[in-house]
């Protein structure tokens, strides 16, 4: 079988995490919530029928209402982003079938690629020579192949290995015929569903005969340094360093001050670039996020100015003012130069073994 050519995103993207930080776009979530759209808006004329309800469902307003998903993606543009993620973070059967809506993934990434592509191509028209990119976001599912959801059964399975493939694979593939510049595999809290998803990818790959620049990003869970299945971020790496991602990275459960020892140790060992989008501080008490756009610029800022960096934006909570905020900061500082690997074995269980 040939080896699968890099698609032509493989160089742009190169360029621009090579010369410069780059700049992710904020939380879509967070966006929507703040417009208060309700049942009607989810539903649209095409789903006013469906038995059950779907407000919620972010995903299906690529559909029934593109013109909110696009003006986000525009805010976030316009912030100062070179990159937005397609508002396709659920958009698997998996995910899909807690509202009834499995059988709309490959329109459901269709629809937010579409969306997202249209943002981008204002962009570029408002200002030429600067290009602009649009990632597949690919999330963690609401299975888990690596814990039961039975607290009296530690052996079952929600999902099977097979499943969890088939539902990634289906929408990579759908991610890839939109035309996306790349795939971020995100907010991983289970490797063992990641791994799947990086299987699935590369399946894809070898089907099409193309490879798209793919994005790994972790969630570090609490103050234990680990993810939800028990890894640390050394551990984490070494379990997909095998994959050859285009970055590695940092996103969702932590505010950025919470993430700084995990990042500037991820930073040391990752031969990839490494990218760090985190929340807006931690839920308060009403399920809020706190921290202002200074905040999080101030705490990314440092991180870049540690050299520990190629690419900053936000996760929960964040605006197109923490990213504009965000963009001001790390302006003018060089990006993360990635380091050789040398070729000691490296082996991962819950930790990190690393063979001399």
Not at 36 to 61: I, Q, T, V
Not at 237 to 251: E, R
Not at 321 to 350: C, E, F, K, T, W
Request: with cysteine; aromatic share 8%.
């Amino acid at each position: 079988m040939a080896t699968p050519r890099e698609s032509g995103s493989f160089a742009a993207l190169r360029r621009l995490f090579d010369s410069r930080i780059a700049v992710l776009d904020g939380a879509m979530g967070t966006m929507i919530q703040a417009r208060c759209l309700g049942e009607r808006d989810f539903r649209g004329s095409r789903f006013a029928g469906h038995p059950k309800d779907l407000k919620g469902n972010n995903d299906l307003l690529s559909i029934s209402r593109p013109d909110v998903i696009e003006a986000i993606h525009a805010e976030y543009f316009a912030a100062g982003a070179d990159i937005v993620e397609a508002n396709t973070f659920n958009s698997t059967s998996i995910s899909q079938s807690d509202y009834g809506t499995e059988g709309l993934v490959a329109e459901l990434n269709a629809a937010a690629v579409a969306a997202a592509r249209r943002a981008a191509a204002k962009a570029q028209d408002i200002e030429p020579g600067r290009p602009r990119f649009v990632a597949g976001a690919m999330g963690p599912l609401s299975r888990t192949l690596s814990m039961s959801p039975d607290v009296n059964r530690p052996d079952f399975r929600a999902v099977t290995w097979d499943q969890v493939v088939s539902a990634y694979l289906e929408q990579a593939r759908a991610l890839a015929a939109a035309g996306v510049d790349a795939i971020l595999v995100e907010t991983i809290f289970d490797t063992l569903n990641a791994k799947a998803a990086l299987f699935a990818l590369e399946t894809l790959f070898d089907e099409t005969g193309t490879r798209l620049p793919v994005m790994a990003s972790v969630t570090i869970t609490d103050a234990s340094g680990r993810t939800l299945s028990g890894q640390t971020i050394g551990a984490f790496y070494a379990s997909i360093a095998h994959a050859n991602p285009f970055s590695v990275g940092i996103n969702c459960a932590l505010g950025g001050r919470q993430m700084r020892p995990y990042v500037e140790e991820l930073a040391s060992i990752a031969s990839c670039y490494v990218t760090c989008y985190p929340n807006a501080g931690l839920p308060n008490a009403f399920g809020g996020y706190d921290e202002s756009p200074a905040d999080m610029a101030a705490v990314l800022g440092e991180f870049a100015s540690n050299g520990w960096l190629n690419m900053v934006g936000g996760c929960c909570g964040s605006t197109p003012a923490h990213i504009a905020a965000i963009a001001a900061a790390v302006r003018g500082i060089p990006a993360r130069r990635p380091p050789a690997q040398d070729p000691s074995m490296r082996l991962s269980g819950l930790e990190r073994l690393v063979v001399a």
